[in-house]
Protein backbone atom coordinates (compact mmCIF):
# COMPACT_ATOMS: atom_id res chain seq x y z
CA UNK A 1 0.00 0.00 0.00
CA UNK A 2 1.61 3.26 -1.00
CA UNK A 3 1.93 6.52 0.93
CA UNK A 4 -1.28 8.29 -0.54
CA UNK A 5 -3.83 4.89 -0.19
CA UNK A 6 -2.17 4.82 3.49
CA UNK A 7 -3.00 8.57 4.17
CA UNK A 8 -6.83 8.15 2.70
CA UNK A 9 -7.67 4.61 4.59
CA UNK A 10 -6.50 6.82 7.70
CA UNK A 11 -8.72 9.47 7.29
CA UNK A 12 -11.59 7.46 6.24
CA UNK A 13 -11.34 5.28 9.54
CA UNK A 14 -11.22 8.99 11.56
CA UNK A 15 -13.98 10.41 9.29
CA UNK A 16 -16.02 6.97 10.68
CA UNK A 17 -14.97 7.35 14.30
CA UNK A 18 -16.33 10.70 14.63
CA UNK A 19 -19.66 9.65 13.07
CA UNK A 20 -19.68 6.94 15.75
CA UNK A 21 -18.96 9.43 18.72
CA UNK A 22 -21.59 11.91 17.34
CA UNK A 23 -23.88 9.21 17.03
CA UNK A 24 -23.47 7.71 20.70
CA UNK A 25 -23.71 11.33 21.79
CA UNK A 26 -27.10 11.87 20.37
CA UNK A 27 -28.26 8.13 21.11
CA UNK A 28 -27.03 9.45 25.12
CA UNK A 29 -29.02 13.18 24.29
CA UNK A 30 -32.35 11.56 22.98
CA UNK A 31 -32.58 8.58 25.29
CA UNK A 32 -33.20 9.83 28.78
CA UNK A 33 -34.08 12.69 30.64
CA UNK A 34 -31.57 14.74 33.48
CA UNK A 35 -33.34 15.09 36.80
CA UNK A 36 -32.15 16.63 39.16
CA UNK A 37 -31.64 14.79 43.13
CA UNK A 38 -31.78 16.74 46.31
CA UNK A 39 -30.12 16.35 49.12
CA UNK A 40 -29.04 17.83 52.62
CA UNK A 41 -25.86 19.26 53.17
CA UNK A 42 -23.16 17.94 56.07
CA UNK A 43 -23.75 20.97 58.10
CA UNK A 44 -27.81 20.78 57.59
CA UNK A 45 -27.98 24.40 56.51
CA UNK A 46 -28.93 23.87 53.34
CA UNK A 47 -29.82 21.40 49.81
CA UNK A 48 -27.30 20.11 47.58
CA UNK A 49 -28.59 18.78 43.91
CA UNK A 50 -26.65 16.43 41.73
CA UNK A 51 -28.04 15.49 38.03
CA UNK A 52 -29.83 11.76 37.64
CA UNK A 53 -30.65 10.75 33.86
CA UNK A 54 -33.38 8.33 33.18
CA UNK A 55 -34.90 6.80 30.46
CA UNK A 56 -37.99 5.91 32.66
CA UNK A 57 -41.43 7.60 31.05
CA UNK A 58 -43.58 5.49 33.50
CA UNK A 59 -44.60 7.79 36.64
CA UNK A 60 -44.66 5.08 39.26
CA UNK A 61 -41.48 3.38 38.21
CA UNK A 62 -39.36 6.63 37.58
CA UNK A 63 -40.78 7.76 41.47
CA UNK A 64 -39.10 4.43 42.37
CA UNK A 65 -36.03 5.58 40.85
CA UNK A 66 -35.79 8.62 42.50
CA UNK A 67 -36.73 7.31 45.41
CA UNK A 68 -34.12 4.32 45.63
CA UNK A 69 -31.50 7.39 44.54
CA UNK A 70 -32.72 9.98 47.55
CA UNK A 71 -32.01 6.71 49.94
CA UNK A 72 -28.86 5.39 48.57
CA UNK A 73 -25.93 7.65 50.27
CA UNK A 74 -23.80 9.34 47.51
CA UNK A 75 -20.07 9.46 46.82
CA UNK A 76 -19.70 12.94 47.75
CA UNK A 77 -19.04 12.97 51.34
CA UNK A 78 -20.65 16.62 51.44
CA UNK A 79 -24.10 14.94 50.99
CA UNK A 80 -26.82 13.38 53.40
CA UNK A 81 -29.09 11.41 51.31
CA UNK A 82 -32.63 12.06 52.60
CA UNK A 83 -34.43 8.87 53.07
CA UNK A 84 -31.04 7.39 54.39
CA UNK A 85 -31.54 8.19 58.03
CA UNK A 86 -32.97 6.22 61.06
CA UNK A 87 -36.32 6.84 60.12
CA UNK A 88 -38.35 4.21 57.36
CA UNK A 89 -40.81 4.40 53.91
CA UNK A 90 -43.36 2.11 54.90
CA UNK A 91 -45.30 3.39 51.25
CA UNK A 92 -46.86 5.98 49.05
CA UNK A 93 -49.90 6.08 47.01
CA UNK A 94 -50.29 8.31 43.99
CA UNK A 95 -53.53 9.77 42.66
CA UNK A 96 -54.47 11.99 40.79
CA UNK A 97 -51.42 14.36 40.95
CA UNK A 98 -50.90 13.99 44.83
CA UNK A 99 -48.23 11.66 46.17
CA UNK A 100 -48.70 10.95 49.98
CA UNK A 101 -45.81 9.19 51.67
CA UNK A 102 -45.51 7.35 54.86
CA UNK A 103 -43.02 7.09 57.66
CA UNK A 104 -42.33 5.31 60.55
CA UNK A 105 -42.23 7.33 63.84
CA UNK A 106 -38.75 7.56 64.04
CA UNK A 107 -39.20 10.36 61.39
CA UNK A 108 -40.55 12.56 64.18
CA UNK A 109 -37.05 11.76 65.79
CA UNK A 110 -35.33 14.41 63.70
CA UNK A 111 -34.30 17.80 65.18
CA UNK A 112 -36.55 20.26 63.46
CA UNK A 113 -34.16 22.11 60.85
CA UNK A 114 -33.04 18.62 59.66
CA UNK A 115 -36.96 17.53 58.86
CA UNK A 116 -37.40 20.49 56.96
CA UNK A 117 -34.67 20.04 54.68
CA UNK A 118 -35.42 16.76 54.34
CA UNK A 119 -38.82 17.31 53.44
CA UNK A 120 -37.55 19.60 50.70
CA UNK A 121 -35.02 17.76 49.45
CA UNK A 122 -37.92 14.79 48.36
CA UNK A 123 -40.85 16.86 47.87
CA UNK A 124 -38.36 18.77 45.37
CA UNK A 125 -36.91 15.85 43.84
CA UNK A 126 -40.10 13.97 42.95
CA UNK A 127 -42.26 16.80 41.80
CA UNK A 128 -39.98 16.77 38.69
CA UNK A 129 -42.31 13.81 37.57
CA UNK A 130 -45.15 15.47 35.64
CA UNK A 131 -48.08 13.43 37.31
CA UNK A 132 -46.83 14.54 40.60
CA UNK A 133 -48.29 18.27 41.51
CA UNK A 134 -48.18 17.76 45.50
CA UNK A 135 -46.88 15.14 48.04
CA UNK A 136 -48.08 15.02 51.48
CA UNK A 137 -46.32 13.58 54.42
CA UNK A 138 -48.01 11.03 56.74
CA UNK A 139 -47.04 9.23 60.01
CA UNK A 140 -48.06 5.87 60.69
CA UNK A 141 -51.28 7.20 58.61
CA UNK A 142 -51.40 10.20 60.21
CA UNK A 143 -51.09 13.52 58.57
CA UNK A 144 -47.49 15.08 59.83
CA UNK A 145 -47.45 18.35 61.78
CA UNK A 146 -44.94 21.47 62.28
CA UNK A 147 -43.80 21.92 66.12
CA UNK A 148 -46.90 23.93 67.11
CA UNK A 149 -49.19 21.05 66.03
CA UNK A 150 -50.50 22.35 63.17
CA UNK A 151 -51.01 20.11 59.84
CA UNK A 152 -48.34 20.51 57.44
CA UNK A 153 -50.95 19.47 54.36
CA UNK A 154 -49.86 19.28 50.76
CA UNK A 155 -46.78 20.64 49.64
CA UNK A 156 -45.36 21.57 46.22
CA UNK A 157 -41.83 22.62 45.20
CA UNK A 158 -42.63 26.24 45.55
CA UNK A 159 -43.63 25.40 49.46
CA UNK A 160 -39.82 25.61 49.54
CA UNK A 161 -38.08 28.85 48.51
CA UNK A 162 -34.59 28.78 47.77
CA UNK A 163 -32.12 31.49 49.05
CA UNK A 164 -28.61 32.25 47.99
CA UNK A 165 -26.14 33.03 50.51
CA UNK A 166 -25.35 31.54 53.56
CA UNK A 167 -28.63 32.27 54.82
CA UNK A 168 -30.66 28.42 55.31
CA UNK A 169 -32.91 28.25 52.33
CA UNK A 170 -35.76 26.43 54.38
CA UNK A 171 -38.59 28.52 54.30
CA UNK A 172 -42.53 27.48 54.17
CA UNK A 173 -45.42 28.85 53.90
CA UNK A 174 -48.48 28.99 56.64
CA UNK A 175 -52.07 30.15 56.69
CA UNK A 176 -52.89 32.48 59.85
CA UNK A 177 -55.64 33.98 61.30
CA UNK A 178 -54.95 37.60 63.12
CA UNK A 179 -57.33 40.14 64.43
CA UNK A 180 -56.83 43.90 64.30
CA UNK A 181 -58.81 46.85 65.25
CA UNK A 182 -61.97 48.19 63.36
CA UNK A 183 -62.21 51.39 61.79
CA UNK A 184 -62.93 53.43 65.36
CA UNK A 185 -60.50 51.57 67.61
CA UNK A 186 -63.75 49.50 69.71
CA UNK A 187 -63.93 45.90 68.28
CA UNK A 188 -61.83 43.55 66.20
CA UNK A 189 -62.18 41.94 62.67
CA UNK A 190 -60.79 38.69 61.41
CA UNK A 191 -58.22 38.64 58.93
CA UNK A 192 -57.28 35.38 56.93
CA UNK A 193 -53.68 35.98 55.93
CA UNK A 194 -53.16 33.44 53.30
CA UNK A 195 -49.65 31.88 51.92
CA UNK A 196 -47.23 34.18 54.55
CA UNK A 197 -44.19 32.72 53.71
CA UNK A 198 -42.01 32.90 56.66
CA UNK A 199 -38.19 31.51 57.46
CA UNK A 200 -38.43 28.07 59.82
CA UNK A 201 -35.82 29.62 62.07
CA UNK A 202 -38.79 31.32 63.26
CA UNK A 203 -41.92 29.87 65.68
CA UNK A 204 -45.17 30.15 64.59
CA UNK A 205 -46.12 32.06 67.61
CA UNK A 206 -43.41 34.89 67.18
CA UNK A 207 -44.33 35.12 63.45
CA UNK A 208 -48.02 35.99 64.68
CA UNK A 209 -46.78 38.69 67.04
CA UNK A 210 -44.18 39.87 64.50
CA UNK A 211 -47.18 39.66 62.16
CA UNK A 212 -49.22 41.80 64.24
CA UNK A 213 -46.81 44.27 65.12
CA UNK A 214 -46.18 44.47 61.20
CA UNK A 215 -49.95 45.45 60.91
CA UNK A 216 -52.86 44.61 58.79
CA UNK A 217 -53.32 43.94 55.06
CA UNK A 218 -57.11 43.46 54.27
CA UNK A 219 -59.35 46.48 54.23
CA UNK A 220 -61.24 47.80 56.87
CA UNK A 221 -58.64 46.66 59.27
CA UNK A 222 -56.50 48.87 61.33
CA UNK A 223 -53.22 48.06 63.59
CA UNK A 224 -53.43 47.30 67.19
CA UNK A 225 -49.77 47.56 68.36
CA UNK A 226 -47.24 50.45 68.13
CA UNK A 227 -45.71 49.22 64.69
CA UNK A 228 -41.89 50.30 67.00
CA UNK A 229 -42.64 48.04 69.32
CA UNK A 230 -39.71 45.12 69.57
CA UNK A 231 -40.67 42.14 69.71
CA UNK A 232 -37.64 40.63 72.55
CA UNK A 233 -38.76 37.42 72.66
CA UNK A 234 -42.12 34.81 72.59
CA UNK A 235 -41.95 31.20 74.14
CA UNK A 236 -44.43 28.61 75.14
CA UNK A 237 -44.53 26.29 78.04
CA UNK A 238 -47.94 24.13 79.27
CA UNK A 239 -49.89 26.01 76.92
CA UNK A 240 -48.83 29.38 77.86
CA UNK A 241 -47.42 31.96 75.25
CA UNK A 242 -45.04 34.52 76.98
CA UNK A 243 -44.91 37.26 75.17
CA UNK A 244 -42.01 40.03 75.98
CA UNK A 245 -42.11 43.20 74.36
CA UNK A 246 -39.65 46.70 74.41
CA UNK A 247 -41.12 49.76 75.65
CA UNK A 248 -42.54 51.15 72.72
CA UNK A 249 -45.39 49.04 73.39
CA UNK A 250 -46.33 51.16 76.28
CA UNK A 251 -47.66 54.15 73.57
CA UNK A 252 -50.18 53.62 71.61
CA UNK A 253 -50.33 55.94 68.48
CA UNK A 254 -53.34 54.67 67.32
CA UNK A 255 -56.84 54.89 68.70
CA UNK A 256 -57.32 51.48 70.31
CA UNK A 257 -59.20 50.36 73.19
CA UNK A 258 -57.02 48.75 75.59
CA UNK A 259 -58.88 45.57 75.44
CA UNK A 260 -59.00 45.77 71.38
CA UNK A 261 -55.04 45.90 71.83
CA UNK A 262 -54.82 43.20 74.68
CA UNK A 263 -57.19 40.54 72.44
CA UNK A 264 -56.33 41.55 69.20
CA UNK A 265 -52.63 39.77 70.79
CA UNK A 266 -54.65 37.19 72.85
CA UNK A 267 -56.95 36.11 69.97
CA UNK A 268 -54.72 35.60 67.25
CA UNK A 269 -51.86 33.38 69.30
CA UNK A 270 -54.80 31.24 70.51
CA UNK A 271 -55.42 30.58 67.14
CA UNK A 272 -52.43 28.13 67.08
CA UNK A 273 -53.35 25.24 68.56
CA UNK A 274 -50.62 24.72 71.10
CA UNK A 275 -51.75 27.47 73.32
CA UNK A 276 -54.08 28.32 75.40
CA UNK A 277 -53.48 31.42 76.79
CA UNK A 278 -50.90 34.32 76.75
CA UNK A 279 -49.05 36.60 79.01
CA UNK A 280 -47.36 39.91 78.02
CA UNK A 281 -44.75 41.44 79.72
CA UNK A 282 -42.42 44.83 78.97
CA UNK A 283 -38.81 44.06 78.96
CA UNK A 284 -39.88 41.54 80.70
CA UNK A 285 -41.78 42.80 83.76
CA UNK A 286 -45.32 41.53 83.75
CA UNK A 287 -45.83 44.20 87.31
CA UNK A 288 -47.36 46.70 84.52
CA UNK A 289 -50.59 47.94 84.65
CA UNK A 290 -51.49 48.49 80.60
CA UNK A 291 -53.43 51.76 80.03
CA UNK A 292 -54.73 51.73 83.74
CA UNK A 293 -57.03 48.85 82.68
CA UNK A 294 -55.37 45.16 82.53
CA UNK A 295 -52.69 43.99 84.57
CA UNK A 296 -50.15 41.98 82.69
CA UNK A 297 -49.20 39.47 85.24
CA UNK A 298 -52.62 38.20 84.63
CA UNK A 299 -53.00 35.68 81.89
CA UNK A 300 -55.25 36.42 78.51
CA UNK A 301 -57.90 33.77 77.49
CA UNK A 302 -59.53 33.69 73.94
CA UNK A 303 -62.36 36.26 74.18
CA UNK A 304 -64.62 37.12 70.52
CA UNK A 305 -66.31 39.28 71.96
CA UNK A 306 -65.34 42.27 70.57
CA UNK A 307 -65.34 40.86 67.14
CA UNK A 308 -67.66 42.84 64.55
CA UNK A 309 -67.80 42.91 60.92
CA UNK A 310 -65.76 45.64 59.04
CA UNK A 311 -67.77 48.12 57.25
CA UNK A 312 -65.94 47.01 53.91
CA UNK A 313 -64.26 43.83 52.91
CA UNK A 314 -61.40 41.66 53.49
CA UNK A 315 -58.93 40.75 50.97
CA UNK A 316 -56.11 37.81 51.44
CA UNK A 317 -52.63 38.31 51.13
Known amino acids: MNLNKKKAVA ?48 AEKLLQEML ?36 DEQYKAMDKMKEILTRAAIVRTVTQIPEISYVSFTVQGEMLSDSSGMAI ?75 STKVVSVSVKDGICYVNFGSDFLSQPYTVSAEVTIYSITNSLVELSNINKVQ ?22 RNLDLLVTPDSGQTSS
Open 11 to 58: AAICVIMLLCAACGQEEQQDGGQIYKIYYVNNDETNTLTREYDSTTTD
Open 68 to 103: KQLGQIPDKLEYEAPLANDFNLLGYTLDNGQLILNF
Open 153 to 227: GTMSADTFIENTGDEINAYEKVNLRLYYANEDGTGLVEENRRNVVYNSNISLEKLVVEQLVKGPMAQGAYPTVNS
Open 280 to 301: ISVDGETNITFREKFNLSDLFE
